[in-house]
């Protein structure tokens, strides 16, 4: 089963945010292709506070190929407490995993998918990297970048994008989409060659 896991923040406050691209790409994967999202109770043996898994989670298919699709709602920098919980619960490889989120050192708008490598800057993958003991952790980086000039890296990342760049950001998540899409049919290598121009 392959798991796309997009980063975010859960609540409506930061939806619309640059952080929250990855939640973006992943409804619109369950969208294009009839998959239900929703909270679920982990095995008992993995059970926790509030008894579900810090997650929203739809299994379904694309194509051919069987996936998972989840969106953590542990906030951003404690995404690896969920990345670790749900491959414990569906028994995950990290091979199996693609974990998708924002880059401020991408210019926005870019994609670069990724077999592995260090967290950077982003403390959500900083913490998946961190909780899952490898970096060897396929991604897909989504450009918001760059920071502007005396700006806060913080603020600029839970603030909305404006007006002006929202036609960019609506073609790069199709675009992560179309790039998931290709991977699940060919394969990293592959899609890597096609979507990292």
Same mark, same amino acid.
């Given at each position: 089963?392959?798991?796309?896991?997009?980063?975010?923040?859960?609540?409506?406050?930061?939806?619309?945010?640059?952080?929250?691209?990855?939640?973006?790409?992943?409804?619109?994967?369950?969208?294009?292709?009839?998959?239900?999202?929703?909270?679920?109770?982990?095995?008992?043996?993995?059970?926790?506070?509030?008894?579900?898994?810090?997650?929203?989670?739809?299994?379904?298919?694309?194509?051919?190929?069987?996936?998972?699709?989840?969106?953590?709602?542990?906030?951003?920098?404690?995404?690896?407490?969920?990345?670790?919980?749900?491959?414990?619960?569906?028994?995950?490889?990290?091979?199996?995993?693609?974990?998708?989120?924002?880059?401020?050192?991408?210019?926005?708008?870019?994609?670069?998918?990724?077999?592995?490598?260090?967290?950077?800057?982003?403390?959500? #993958?900083?913490?998946?990297?961190?909780?899952?003991?490898?970096?060897?952790?396929?991604?897909?980086?989504?450009?918001?970048?760059?920071?502007?000039?005396?700006?806060?890296?913080?603020?600029?990342?839970?603030?909305?994008? !404006?007006?002006?760049?929202?036609?960019?950001?609506?073609?790069?998540?199709?675009?992560?989409?179309?790039?998931?899409?290709?991977?699940?049919?060919?394969?990293?290598?592959?899609? #890597?060659?096609?979507?990292? !121009?």
């Amino acid at each position: 089963m392959h798991c796309l896991i997009g980063l975010g923040n859960p609540g409506a406050e930061y939806g619309e945010t640059r952080h929250n691209v990855g939640f973006r790409v992943i409804e619109l994967l369950a969208e294009r292709h009839g998959i239900r999202l929703r909270r679920r109770r982990p095995l008992a043996a993995i059970a926790f506070s509030g008894g579900r898994l810090p997650a929203e989670v739809g299994e379904g298919q694309m194509g051919d190929q069987p996936v998972l699709l989840v969106k953590p709602r542990t906030f951003m920098n404690n995404s690896g407490e969920a990345v670790v919980r749900v491959c414990d619960h569906f028994d995950l490889e990290l091979a199996d995993l693609l974990i998708i989120y924002d880059d401020l050192d991408l210019k926005l708008g870019t994609l670069r998918l990724r077999r592995g490598g260090s967290g950077g800057t982003h403390k959500g #993958m900083q913490s998946v990297i961190q909780r899952l003991g490898s970096e060897d952790i396929p991604r897909l980086r989504l450009g918001i970048g760059p920071l502007p000039p005396g700006a806060d890296a913080r603020q600029f990342v839970l603030s909305p994008f !404006a007006d002006a760049e929202m036609p960019t950001v609506d073609h790069m998540i199709g675009r992560s989409v179309e790039a998931i899409e290709y991977l699940l049919r060919e394969g990293i290598e592959a899609a #890597m060659n096609k979507f990292n !121009a």
